[in-house]
C-alpha cells in the first residue's frame, strides 16, 4: 500500500538579506547552548479530569541542546530544489499539482535552527523563521488549538483535504519552542502553545483531531481516521513534540499529555514487534518498513533517558537486533 512517506529535505531561503548570504571568509562562532531560553512561565492550560486516561509515574529528565531529538545531523544545505516556492520552500507533488507538506517543513526548520546554533551563521536562522512563518500562514485555529493541515487527499487512509497529523503537529511544536529558545521572541512561544492545545484529546467526530482516549489510553494519531492505524513512529513525533514544550513550560497539562503519551506507548510498543524482522509501521495495515523501524529504535532510546525507564532501552536494543 502506498504510504505518506516523510521527505527530510533540507531547503536554502532564497529571500534572505545580502548580509546574511554565505561570504568567503566570514567569521562566525556558534552559539552557546548554555545561553539559550530553558525555561519559560505561561498561562497554564487546564488540566484533564483525573483518570481521563492512564499516565506513567515518571520524573522526566531535560536534554541537553545536542541531545534533543533530531538535533545533530548534518548541517542544513544551502541549495535550492528545482521545485519551490520564493523562499525555497519545497513543495510536495500530489497527482502533477504542488502541495505544502507540513511535517516536512517543520522538519526542515529544525534542522535550520540546530545549524544556526552550531555554527552561529544567521542564514540558518532566516531559513528557519521563514518555514515556521510559513507554517503559521497554513495554519487554521480551532477551538484555541492552531491545526497545520495537509491540503491534499490522502486515499490509503481516506483522508479528505483538509487533514492534520499528529506527527506534523509534534514536529512543528518542536520547531516554535526551539525557534523561541534562541530568538525570545513571545510570538514564537504564544504558536507553540496553540500548537501544544492541538495534543489534548478530542472527539474523532470533530473537524480536526490529533488525540484521543481508547479504552483508558491517550492516542496521538499520524493518520487520524474513523480507522486510526496507531503509526508507532508518527505518535512517537507527537510525544517529543510534547516534552519539549512540558521542559520550556513546566506546563501541569503538558506534562499530563506527556506521562499520558509515554504510559500508552510503554503498553503497546512492544506489539509492533516482529521478532527477526522488521517491526510493524502501525496496526492495522501491518506494513513493515526498514526506514521508520530505525525511527522507532531511536526514539525508544530518547524515551529511555528521557522517562528513566529501562524497558524503552532494552525493547530499542532487541528491535535492533530484529531488523539487522
Known amino acids: 500500500m502506498p504510504l505518506l512517506l516523510v521527505c527530510l529535505l533540507t531547503i536554502a531561503p532564497a529571500s534572505v538579506a545580502a548580509r546574511d548570504t554565505p561570504t568567503t571568509g566570514d567569521a562566525y562562532a556558534p552559539i552557546d547552548p548554555s545561553t539559550l531560553i530553558a525555561e519559560v512561565t505561561v498561562s497554564p492550560d487546564p488540566l484533564l479530569p483525573s483518570g481521563a486516561f492512564r499516565v506513567a509515574r515518571y520524573g522526566i529528565k531535560s536534554l541537553a541542546w545536542e541531545r534533543l531529538p533530531l538535533n545533530g545531523r548534518s548541517l542544513a544545505r544551502l541549495t535550492r530544489p528545482d521545485n519551490?516556492?520564493?523562499?525555497?520552500?519545497?513543495?510536495?507533488?500530489?497527482?502533477?499539482?504542488?502541495?505544502?507538506?507540513?511535517?516536512?517543513?517543520?522538519?526542515?526548520?529544525?534542522?535550520?535552527?540546530?545549524?544556526?546554533?552550531?555554527?552561529?551563521?544567521?542564514?540558518?536562522?532566516?531559513?528557519?523563521?521563514?518555514?515556521?512563518?510559513?507554517?503559521?500562514?497554513?495554519?487554521?485555529?480551532?477551538?484555541?488549538?492552531?491545526?497545520?493541515?495537509?491540503?491534499?487527499?490522502?486515499?490509503?487512509?481516506?483522508?479528505?483535504?483538509?487533514?492534520?497529523?499528529?506527527?506534523?503537529?509534534g514536529l512543528a511544536l518542536s520547531l516554535f519552542v526551539r525557534l523561541y529558545r534562541v530568538t525570545?521572541?513571545?510570538?514564537?512561544?504564544?504558536?507553540?502553545?496553540?500548537?501544544?492545545?492541538?495534543?489534548?484529546?478530542?472527539?474523532?467526530?470533530?473537524?480536526?483531531?490529533?488525540?484521543?482516549?481508547?479504552?483508558?489510553?491517550?492516542?496521538?494519531?499520524?493518520?487520524?481516521?474513523?480507522?486510526?492505524?496507531?503509526?508507532?513512529?508518527?505518535?512517537?513525533?507527537?510525544?517529543?513534540?510534547?516534552?519539549?514544550?512540558?521542559?520550556?513550560?513546566?506546563?501541569p497539562a503538558a506534562r499530563q499529555l506527556l506521562l499520558g503519551a509515554l504510559s500508552t506507548i510503554r503498553q503497546n510498543a512492544g506489539t509492533y514487534r516482529v521478532p527477526g524482522e522488521v517491526s510493524l509501521y502501525d496496526?492495522?495495515?501491518?506494513?513493515?518498513?526498514?526506514?521508520?523501524?530505525?525511527?522507532?529504535?531511536?526514539?525508544?532510546?530518547?524515551?529511555?533517558?528521557?522517562?528513566?525507564?529501562p524497558y524503552f532501552g532494552a525493547l530499542a536494543t532487541v528491535l535492533e537486533a530484529d531488523g539487522s
Open 84 to 169: 519551490a516556492d520564493a523562499d525555497g520552500i519545497a513543495y510536495t507533488v500530489v497527482n502533477g499539482r504542488n502541495y505544502y507538506h507540513p511535517g516536512n517543513i517543520a522538519d526542515e526548520g529544525l534542522r535550520f535552527v540546530d545549524s544556526y546554533v552550531r555554527t552561529g551563521k544567521k542564514w540558518y536562522l532566516n531559513g528557519a523563521i521563514l518555514r515556521a512563518n510559513k507554517l503559521r500562514e497554513l495554519g487554521v485555529v480551532d477551538g484555541g488549538a492552531l491545526f497545520i493541515p495537509y491540503r491534499f487527499n490522502y486515499s490509503p487512509e481516506r483522508l479528505k483535504a483538509p487533514w492534520v497529523s499528529a506527527y506534523a503537529q
Open 283 to 309: 496496526l492495522v495495515h501491518r506494513t513493515q518498513l526498514k526506514h521508520y523501524h530505525d525511527h522507532v529504535i531511536w526514539q525508544l532510546r530518547d524515551f529511555w533517558v528521557i522517562a528513566r525507564d
Open 184 to 251: 525570545g521572541d513571545k510570538a514564537d512561544l504564544d504558536t507553540a502553545q496553540k500548537v501544544f492545545r492541538s495534543f489534548r484529546p478530542r472527539s474523532t467526530n470533530s473537524k480536526f483531531w490529533v488525540a484521543y482516549v481508547r479504552s483508558g489510553e491517550l492516542w496521538f494519531e499520524q493518520y487520524p481516521s474513523s480507522r486510526p492505524t496507531h503509526v508507532l513512529n508518527g505518535f512517537g513525533f507527537a510525544a517529543l513534540g510534547v516534552y519539549d514544550y512540558e521542559r520550556l513550560t513546566r506546563d
